[in-house]
């Protein structure tokens, strides 16, 4: 055994026992300087870009609806990678994108379109080494968007049901208190069933409850509710026809879609 090999030895028992803390010290001053590498950023290749809903983290999208109104906002965002940073494009400026501020991986986007338009949403990614990942895009559907005008919405108040399970037939509708829509040929039945018309951005409509109608010697119920578009003149509720003690009657619910006449 060399002298050197001893010395060392001998001085390292020493230290240990004069204290236990600066030997602990002093080994971890050693560990630390064992000449780990710095990481190289620019090795990092860019990852496989998903573009998903801001709630979702492994359904990738490819085409999604939104509401051309300038209010309604739907986020998307792709899996963030350490250094990169993002880039997100409209293929149109009916689209309007708003990276969120420091997690650019975030995009919340609306629409402005009084007309039915398509429009592509791409995101690219690039690494701090300045590497870019194949983009990834997908298919944004704008539904023409009109403010509530209850002359634009019924015109004429010649419209056409196509309620589930039944033939189409002709309907009667009108406007009350510019608040209240009455279609007077509900159920092809000659109900006059009223509606609440919400005028906000949503553009929501309701059939107003406690509306009693007689059926086969029995009275009756309708509940509904659903959307409007202005620009299409076009109504579409989810409807049920209810027996007063709760049953709904046989065919007597579904989809009632109510267009103008053409």
């Not at 000449?35 to 573009?51: A, C, S």
């Not at 739907?74 to 990678?81: C, F, G, L």
């Not at 007309?115 to 701090?128: I, K």
């Not at 056409?160 to 608040?179: E, F, G, H, Q, R």
Request: net charge positive.
């Amino acid at each position: 055994m060399s002298s050197k090999y001893f010395f060392l030895k001998k001085s390292i028992a020493m230290m240990f026992k004069i204290s236990p803390i600066i030997f602990f010290l002093v080994l971890l001053v050693l560990l630390n300087n064992c000449g780990d590498k710095e990481y190289d950023w620019k090795k990092v290749e860019p990852g496989n870009l998903k573009i998903m809903p801001i709630d979702e983290d492994t359904a990738e999208l490819k085409i999604d609806t939104l509401i051309g109104n300038n209010y309604t906002i739907k986020s998307y965002k792709v899996i963030p990678r350490g250094g990169s940073t993002y880039q997100w494009t409209s293929s149109s400026e009916k689209l309007i994108i708003t990276p969120r501020p420091n997690m650019p991986y975030i995009v919340d986007v609306k629409a402005n379109s009084n007309f039915d338009t398509e429009t592509w949403l791409t995101v690219n990614e690039t690494t701090w080494g300045g590497k870019n990942a194949k983009p990834d895009s997908v298919k944004i559907i704008i539904i023409g968007y009109c403010p509530f005008n209850p002359s634009q919405l019924i015109a004429n108040g010649k419209f056409v049901s196509k309620m589930t399970s039944y033939a189409p037939y002709s309907v009667s509708l009108s406007m009350k208190d510019n608040d209240t829509l009455i279609n007077h040929n509900f159920f092809n039945m000659r109900w006059p069933v009223k509606y609440l018309v919400d005028p906000g951005y949503e553009q929501k409509i309701s059939i107003v409850p406690n509306q009693l109608f007689e059926y086969n010697g029995d009275y009756v119920t309708v509940k509904g509710q659903g959307t409007y578009n202005t620009c299409k003149n076009l109504i579409v509720v989810k409807f049920a026809v209810c027996y007063l003690y709760g049953d709904t009657l046989d065919y007597g619910s579904g989809i009632d879609s109510l267009r103008l006449q053409q």
